[in-house]
């Protein structure tokens, strides 16, 4: 069965480095995703993603980070200049549509990039 | 604003014992679907149990089953003959039907199935 793959599982980084969270979606999908979980509390909607253009972002996707379909493939998150209250794990999730009714609409999540800020 | 909230963070049942885990969220939409999640440690979250929020039967999955209280805005999930394969952390979610782009998610219950 298709899977939305992430890598890598867990990143480390130093305060102030960029990171690239990468993520395949499935591959007839045309809909993405990036969520995030600071421990211990909710899974976030961070922005999602079609045709090349952000669809909606909420008030935590700021100018530091960006989101990239780089190729037929990937689905990546940047973040520019990391904080120490960036340390989260990464959700990434596709779906197939993204309106009309549920069917074919429900996004399929990976399994997470623990994202640790030093 | 949609919140959702899930207030026991973990819980325990001994193998074959039934569970129940509690979620209420808060919107003023009418329209919208309740989901709950099953992440598996390491793994991707899956769809364990969708409601749509017109219906007002309690969706069931085999041992799965919700009770949907709409008023209340409750939607509690019920696992039957826990197996130790249900250990996984499970969340709560809501999504509008007008807007499938954005989940809103509860924190969370870490389920401990024992053998």
């Known amino acids: 069965e298709p899977e939305v793959t992430q890598t890598p599982s867990h990143q480390v980084t130093q305060m102030g480095q960029e990171v690239i969270l990468r993520c395949v979606p499935i591959s007839n999908h045309l809909y993405f995703y990036w969520y995030r979980q600071i421990l211990g509390q909710k899974v976030e909607f961070l922005v999602s993603?079609?045709?090349?253009?952000?669809?909606?972002k909420s008030e935590i996707f700021d100018d530091q980070f960006s989101v990239e379909r780089p190729d037929g493939s990937n689905f990546t998150l940047k973040i520019r200049s990391t904080k120490l209250e960036d340390s989260a794990m990464y959700f990434c999730a596709s779906s197939a549509q993204g309106q009309g009714s549920w069917v074919g609409n429900e996004q399929f999540f990976g399994p997470g990039t623990r994202l640790t800020v030093l | 604003a949609q919140t959702v909230t899930q207030s026991q963070p973990e819980m325990s049942v001994q193998e074959a014992e039934t569970v129940t885990l509690s979620c209420t969220y808060d919107?003023?939409?009418?329209?919208?679907?309740l989901f709950w999640y099953k992440q598996p440690p390491s793994r991707q979250m899956i769809l364990v149990i969708r409601?749509?929020?017109?219906?007002?039967q309690n969706a069931t999955e085999n041992r799965f089953s919700v009770n949907f209280q709409k008023a209340a805005k409750s939607f509690s999930l019920k696992i039957s003959d826990s197996q130790l394969g249900d250990t996984a952390m499970y969340f709560c979610a809501f999504i509008m039907v007008h807007n499938f782009n954005k989940f809103y998610f509860g924190s969370g219950t870490k389920l401990n199935v024992k053998p």
């Open positions: 993603f079609y045709n090349n253009e952000i669809s909606e």
């Open positions: 919107t003023s939409e009418n329209n919208y679907y």
């Open positions: 409601q749509e929020a017109y219906k007002q």
